[in-house]
């Protein structure tokens, strides 16, 4: 089917030009859901092939019935256009397939603008030509489009609307050059169309952004820490095992495990009450520590999983000993507390599957184990085999 033949949603990642990032997100909702709305129909296949074909068989008959430069030149104009947004939307599916690369929807978007404009315009030519059958073809096609366009870009509200005014704002602006003043009629009730449909629009956002806060929040309370708000086992291998590399070079990768030393007599000593208020402090220490890219769990009890993606050997043991060192003024407070860390670091993380990853953990536990007999509040590393 044309549809999984050209981009999938995974493919598009959040536009990049600010413009088009007002244009497109709402800042307010989680990137991931931001995503989801962003991916709808307009930049897959199902609206793109029914506009196109629509348009090019109004710009054929156009040109069969009034053969002129301003005809060919709006067939030729839309040609190009319907062009290129196929051959991008071919780009990017396999840009995504060979490389598991994201391209920002950018581009993608600004094409589908572009092709708005340009049949908006030719539209308004046809309405223009006095032929009869044209304006009939170009009011019920523009119609058609314009509410299409506007219930498929219903996750992009301001995006949506910008498209409908593009289509269909320069059919309006013709009709008061036509000789014929019944038309005015389409031009009176534009607003009230556009009102319309932007409350629809309206809707539709509204009602799919709660949906998938709904879910999206749900799947985070599946898979957080409640006492640390961390991600918890199977979210971290979830998110560990969604972790892909540019292109086919191999992507180094960390691994740290990390017990918290001297946990358990300040929970004898001062309450589980107590401990579960330093088990959130550390968590949030080292949250602060780490990268946006970093992923960090709680594996349980006083136990702690980091994945720094991308991370070298010394750029891993860097950030092992700065999480040790951070941790050393709660030493001063609490006597003998601190962190241990074993520490795996993995050559290509590409490709790694549940099994190969907890080997890893295995080693990383080993490692941890011998900093710990060799006196804590230290790293010590392990080979990766």
């Known amino acids: 089917m044309l549809t999984n033949f050209f981009a999938r949603p995974r493919a598009y990642s959040l536009p990049r030009w600010r413009c088009m990032y007002w244009l497109l997100c709402d800042p307010r909702l989680p990137k991931p859901i931001q995503q989801s709305l962003l991916i709808g129909p307009t930049i897959q296949t199902s609206f793109m092939w029914s506009g196109t074909i629509t348009i090019l068989l109004l710009t054929l008959i156009a040109v069969y019935r009034n053969p002129t430069p301003a005809f060919w030149v709006w067939c030729l104009a839309t040609l190009s256009v319907s062009a290129y947004r196929i051959w991008l939307q071919y780009l990017i599916k396999r840009?995504?397939?060979?490389?598991?690369?994201?391209?920002?929807?950018?581009?993608?978007?600004?094409?589908?603008?572009?092709?708005?404009?340009?049949?908006?315009?030719?539209?308004?030519?046809?309405?223009?030509?006095?032929?009869?059958?044209?304006?009939?073809?170009?009011?019920s096609s523009m119609v058609a489009l314009a509410s299409i366009a506007a219930g498929f870009s219903h996750g992009t509200p301001r995006y949506a609307m910008l498209q409908v005014l593009l289509l269909d704002l320069p059919l309006k602006l013709a009709v008061p050059f036509q000789p014929e003043p019944w038309f005015w009629v389409l031009l009176l009730q534009g607003p009230f169309f556009w009102v319309a449909l932007h409350m629809m629009t309206r809707t539709l956002h509204k009602m799919s952004a709660q949906l998938l806060l709904d879910e999206y929040q749900s799947r985070q309370k599946a898979h957080r820490d409640p006492l640390t708000e961390?991600?918890?086992?199977?979210?971290?291998?979830?998110?560990a095992l969604a972790v892909?590399?540019?292109?086919?070079?191999?992507?180094?990768?960390?691994?740290?495990?990390?017990?918290?030393?001297?946990?358990?007599?300040?929970?004898?000593?001062?309450?589980h009450l107590k401990g579960d208020q330093l088990l959130h402090q550390i968590a949030?220490?080292?949250?602060?520590?780490?990268?946006?890219?970093?992923?960090?769990?709680?594996?349980?009890g006083d136990e702690f999983v980091i994945l720094l993606p991308g991370a070298d050997a010394d750029a891993s043991r860097t950030v092992a000993q700065r999480l040790i060192e951070i941790t050393a003024d709660l030493g001063r407070v609490h006597t003998e507390f601190g962190l241990s860390i074993g520490l795996v670091h993995c050559e290509d993380w590409r490709g790694a599957n549940r099994e190969r990853i907890e080997q890893l953990i295995a080693r990383a536990d080993q490692a941890l184990y011998r900093a710990k007999q060799d006196g804590k509040g230290r790293f010590q590393e392990a080979r990766d085999v």
């Not at 993608?108 to 030509?129: D, M, Q």
């Not at 961390?230 to 998110?239: A, I, T």
């Not at 949030?284 to 349980?300: K, P, Q, V």
Request: charged share 20%; proline share 4%; with cysteine.
């Open 244 to 271: 892909r590399g540019p292109g086919r070079a191999p992507m180094p990768a960390g691994l740290l495990f990390i017990d918290l030393d001297g946990f358990k007599r300040i929970n004898d000593t001062h309450g």
């Open 95 to 139: 840009r995504w397939d060979r490389q598991h690369i994201a391209t920002p929807a950018d581009q993608a978007y600004l094409a589908n603008l572009l092709w708005s404009a340009v049949t908006g315009l030719g539209t308004a030519l046809c309405l223009l030509s006095g032929d009869t059958v044209l304006q009939v073809l170009t009011i």
């Open 284 to 300: 949030t220490l080292m949250s602060d520590a780490l990268r946006a890219d970093d992923i960090l769990a709680r594996w349980g």
């Open 230 to 239: 961390l991600l918890n086992r199977e979210g971290w291998f979830r998110e």
